[in-house]
């Protein structure tokens, strides 16, 4: 054993030895922490302000408070996983996540780009959950933030009912199939919801030629 290993050492330090500026660092990172958790109340407010089916917005009121029961949060609450098991269903390479599942799966990106494409807006998608929502709602112009918001949700909705038949139904995971899904869901929620100020006909809809976001 060495004596380095019996005494205390300063871990926001990479020397291991207490400085002002360490110490300064670590607290405006505590504090960045607490920002996220403010964040994620606001976008969680912001949840149940946007007019969506109830399923919808239970499904991102959790997935923001992250409580879905995804493989990383089962591990969480000690349930033990099979190797196979604790896989990602759509791109059955690495291990599931909520991040993974929502955002950073090479699959579950097509559709968000697809998604992206289809309104004809690009722009950031950041690894963190409540930002990737801030982020989607603020593509394209105020006046559709609404609109944003509840497509968020209707993809993320969607993407979670897929992971879902996939894991226990066997239903293949198509990312067509999906971006479809989301493009007629959405369609008939701004029908009841009225998330756009403007109107276009079903066939204009699933291309989103007409789109101006
Ligand atoms: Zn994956």
Redesign the pocket.
Known sequence: MTGEANSWRWCASSEGSFSTKSAYALVKASRIIANQTSINKESIKQVWATPAPQKARVTSWRLLRNKLPTCDNLRKRNIQLGEEEAM???????Y?STV??FI?????EKVWTGIQNWLGISGPRPQDIAAHFDAFANLGRKRNRIFLRALWMCTTWILWKSRNESRFEGRPWKIENLIRDIKVRVWSWNKVFKLLDWNCNFSSWMTGDMFMF
Request: charged share 20%; proline share 7%; with cysteine.
């Open positions: 990602c269903n759509a791109c059955c390479q690495h599931e993974h599942t950073e799966c090479p699959k579950t």
